[in-house]
């Protein structure tokens, strides 16, 4: 691989990697909550989170080079092989290397977190998986974000399947009142996924990329966006406010709202996918604000009752 190390950086798309943070970030302060937080649980989780991450872009730069999607037309930054700075054969070797440390990674997580066998070998299937979603997104014959499932699988993982998973890695169980922070962290991920892809929803729908973006069209992408944005905040919100502690304590968890809410009228006045292709780092930001306010909401409410 003769490619600089600013052009892999560039690959790997940092200004991504919040979105594998957060998962890791509201589990973690959950399990803060009940007072079963462990620091070296959360940075192995944060680096695990962030290979597979990274592992996503490289495969998602590889899969639509080979399928032509990554071609002229295309809104969004330009990819490394798609800019010539790395071959094919090139991305390959970066993807093996990464998923042979994401492997390293999570199993030292796994083994560091967990003493239950049944529960080592559920998390070590479940880290399979996850290796296998990154990569078949958009590679092989039948890459499932090429028929519009994308959204599904951000959903379960940078929702779901990251807080309730994070959590049950400090805590050794899973509560039911998990599901409001999760459904709320992983409409925001599928956000994230909607911008990217009403940015390239014209060159998508002629490359034969059929997103949920491509199948709405761009009009009732924007509802779904809205969806996404409401239900996500609405999720976050009603956990805090089902906790014992006063309503006022909540009150900076309106900051999002307000964010959010700009991100939205942007959205909603945009007429051209050219309009949308800055608001990328922007639904990011809003991602990674709303959780890191729903984080510190709970942490003030976790002291409040020492």
């Known amino acids: 691989m003769k490619a600089s190390l600013q052009i892999w950086?560039?690959?790997?798309?940092?200004?991504?990697?919040?979105?594998?943070?957060?998962?890791?970030?509201t589990g973690s302060v959950l399990a803060y909550s009940h007072h079963e937080f462990s620091l070296p649980i959360a940075l192995l989780a944060f680096a695990t989170a962030t290979l597979l991450q990274i592992l996503s872009n490289l495969a998602n730069d590889y899969g639509d080079a080979v399928k032509g999607?990554?071609?002229?037309?295309?809104?969004?930054?330009?990819?490394?092989?798609?800019?010539?700075?790395?071959?094919?054969?090139?991305?390959?070797?970066?993807?093996?290397?990464n998923v042979i440390m994401t492997i390293l990674s999570g199993l030292v997580l796994v083994f560091y977190a967990l003493e239950s066998v049944q529960s080592i070998l559920a998390f070590?299937?479940?880290?399979?998986?996850?290796?296998?979603?990154?990569i078949a997104y958009t590679v092989g014959s039948k890459p499932y974000g090429y028929v519009g499932l994308g959204d599904?699988?951000?959903?379960?993982?940078?929702?779901?399947?990251?807080?309730?998973?994070?959590?049950?890695?400090?805590?050794?169980?899973?509560?039911?009142?998990?599901?409001?922070?999760?459904?709320?962290?992983?409409?925001?991920?599928?956000?994230?996924?909607?911008?990217?892809?009403?940015?390239?929803?014209?060159n998508d729908q002629e490359c034969g990329k059929r997103t949920v973006a491509v199948r709405l069209g761009q009009q009732r992408a924007?509802?779904?966006?809205?969806?996404?944005?409401?239900?996500?905040?609405?999720?976050?919100?009603?956990?805090?406010?089902?906790?014992?502690?006063?309503?006022?304590?909540?009150?900076?968890?309106?900051?999002?709202?307000?964010?959010?809410?700009?991100?939205?009228?942007?959205?909603?006045?945009?007429?051209?996918?050219?309009?949308?292709?800055?608001?990328?780092?922007?639904?990011?930001?809003?991602s990674l604000l709303t959780n890191l306010l729903f984080a510190g909401v709970v942490v003030v409410q976790t002291l409040m009752r020492v």
Request: hydrophobic content about 55%; glycine content about 8%.
């Open 152 to 202: 599904v699988s951000v959903f379960v993982f940078f929702g779901l399947l990251g807080v309730a998973g994070t959590y049950f890695l400090h805590t050794g169980v899973v509560q039911v009142s998990l599901i409001l922070p999760a459904i709320g962290c992983g409409l925001l991920a599928v956000a994230v996924l909607n911008i990217n892809n009403m940015r390239d929803i014209e």
């Open 124 to 134: 070590i299937g479940l880290g399979v998986l996850a290796i296998i979603a990154a």
């Open 222 to 286: 924007k509802h779904y966006h809205f969806f996404l944005l409401g239900f996500s905040l609405l999720a976050f919100a009603l956990y805090l406010l089902h906790q014992p502690e006063p309503m006022w304590v909540s009150l900076p968890f309106l900051l999002s709202v307000l964010v959010v809410f700009k991100h939205g009228r942007a959205v909603w006045l945009a007429n051209k996918p050219a309009q949308i292709a800055p608001m990328m780092p922007v639904i990011v930001k809003c």
């Open 69 to 97: 999607t990554d071609n002229d037309k295309r809104l969004g930054p330009m990819r490394a092989i798609q800019s010539g700075a790395v071959t094919t054969q090139d991305m390959k070797q970066a993807i093996v290397i």
């Open 9 to 25: 950086l560039g690959a790997a798309r940092p200004k991504t990697l919040p979105l594998a943070l957060v998962s890791i970030l």
